[in-house]
Each structure stands twice: as structure tokens, then as C-alpha cells.
């Protein structure tokens, strides 16, 4: 008996230092593994009519769907960084034509500044009677900006690194997901202790709440989209002279 207990003892004893091992494995990528399972949620329907598609080829309908999320993700992200980059430069020498007395009238000119020079003389009654030079907060703003942008170069490069490596981690989770994510989930619901109806009442709830969550961090994304689209209309800015506001 005693032998009985210290086998089992020492079995789940090893059991939990293995699990602890794993988690400690895993901590890193716990972010890219839960993007990856909100993205099989996501896309498992599409996954599904993809599948009765091609008559059940789960490797195929799976590494389709990861190469339009691919595609998706993508796209957008390198017209990103070329806009980011664009932007930065014209930042620099927008900065470089400020530090004279040409620039600055260049910058006068534009309607957009005027409207805002306009706007905060009515703000501030009068400018003079408080001694606040705008021309001079102007350039040191405009020099804080790359000044920062220099100083986080490296930053941001790190910053892509990882988010390169979560993003091949989520894919190849997702990929999995995907393909094998009905019999995981058939197994989980087999250790639940509960019956079958609970059990799928339980994941339809924590399917919801998933698609609740996205659904509307999207609408919340498109009405500040929105928002901002509007502002920029109603200030008069277009094309490049956006980049001032957005910095």
C-alpha cells in the first residue's frame, strides 16, 4: 500500500514539474498561441466551407486559409512601413526647413496652419499677453519628434523582430487549429465533467464572446477611423500635410 502511494505520489509529482516545464517553454509565445486560437475562431467556418470544397482535404483547406490571413496581414503591413518611413523622412526635413526664416514662412502660408494659428488666438484671447512664442513651441515639437524617432530606431527594429517571430508561431499554431482543432476540442470536452449539453453550451458561450470582442474592437476601430477622417476634412488637410496632426 505505502509503495502504491509513493508511485503514485512521485508519478504526479512528475507530472506537475513536466507541466511547469512546458509552461515555462510556452511563456513566450503564449500571445502568438492565443491569436492564433481567437483566428481559428475566427476563420474555422471559412476553414469548414473550404474543406467541403475540395472534398475534405484538411491539410489544404487549412494552409489556404493561413495563406490568405498571410496575404491579409501582410499587404498592408509593408505599405505601412513605407508610408512610416515616408513619413519620418518628410519629418526630418520638414524640421530642416523650420530652423529658417524661409521655411518658416513656407509653413505660414499653408492654409491649414493659418486656420490653426487662427484658432488658437481666439483660444487664448491674446497670444502676446502670454508672452507664448508659437513659433518656437512649433520647431521644438517638430524636433522632439525625430528626435524620438532616431532615438527609437532600435527599438522598432526589435519590435519587428518579434513580431515577426509571434506571427510564424501564430501561423504555424493556427495551421493546427485548423486542422485538428475539432478533435482537440472533442477531447477536451470529454475530460470537462459535465454533460454534453453543459459542455456545449460552454464553448458556444466562449465562442460568442470571442466573436463579441473583435466584433467590436472593429466597429470601435471604424467609427475612430471615421473620426478622424471627418477631422481631418473639416481642419482642410489632405495628402501630405496630414503628417504634422498625426505625429
Do not use: C
Not at 530642416?96 to 513656407?106: F, I, S, V
Amino acid at each position: 500500500m505505502n509503495r502504491t502511494w509513493l508511485v503514485t505520489a512521485f508519478f504526479f509529482a512528475l507530472l506537475l514539474l513536466i507541466l511547469y516545464g512546458a509552461f515555462l517553454i510556452l511563456t513566450p509565445f503564449l500571445t502568438a498561441i492565443t491569436w492564433a486560437a481567437i483566428l481559428a475562431i475566427l476563420f474555422y467556418p471559412v476553414y469548414a466551407g473550404l474543406l467541403e470544397l475540395i472534398r475534405g482535404r484538411a491539410t489544404l483547406a487549412a494552409m489556404t486559409v493561413i495563406v490568405v490571413i498571410t496575404i491579409i496581414v501582410i499587404a498592408p503591413g509593408v505599405e505601412l512601413a513605407r508610408f512610416l518611413a515616408d513619413e519620418a523622412v518628410s519629418l526630418l526635413q520638414s524640421v530642416r526647413l523650420l530652423l529658417d526664416e524661409d521655411g518658416k514662412q513656407q509653413w505660414l502660408a499653408q492654409p491649414w496652419v493659418r486656420h490653426l494659428i487662427g484658432w488658437w488666438d481666439m483660444a487664448t484671447f491674446r497670444l502676446v499677453d502670454f508672452k507664448i512664442d508659437w513659433k518656437n513651441l512649433l520647431i521644438q515639437g517638430a524636433q522632439s519628434s525625430s528626435t524620438f524617432i532616431v532615438t527609437q530606431v532600435k527599438g522598432i527594429a526589435q519590435n519587428v523582430l518579434l513580431f515577426t517571430v509571434n506571427f510564424i508561431v501564430a501561423l504555424f499554431t493556427l495551421f493546427f487549429f485548423l486542422r485538428d482543432g475539432a478533435e482537440l476540442v472533442s477531447r477536451i470536452q470529454r475530460l470537462l465533467p459535465m454533460d454534453k449539453e453543459h459542455q456545449q453550451r460552454l464553448f458556444k458561450n466562449i465562442v460568442d464572446s470571442v466573436l463579441a470582442v473583435v466584433h467590436g474592437s472593429l466597429v470601435v476601430a471604424m467609427v475612430q477611423g471615421l473620426l478622424a477622417g471627418l477631422a481631418y476634412w473639416f481642419l482642410g488637410v489632405a495628402g501630405n500635410d496630414r503628417r504634422l496632426l498625426i505625429y
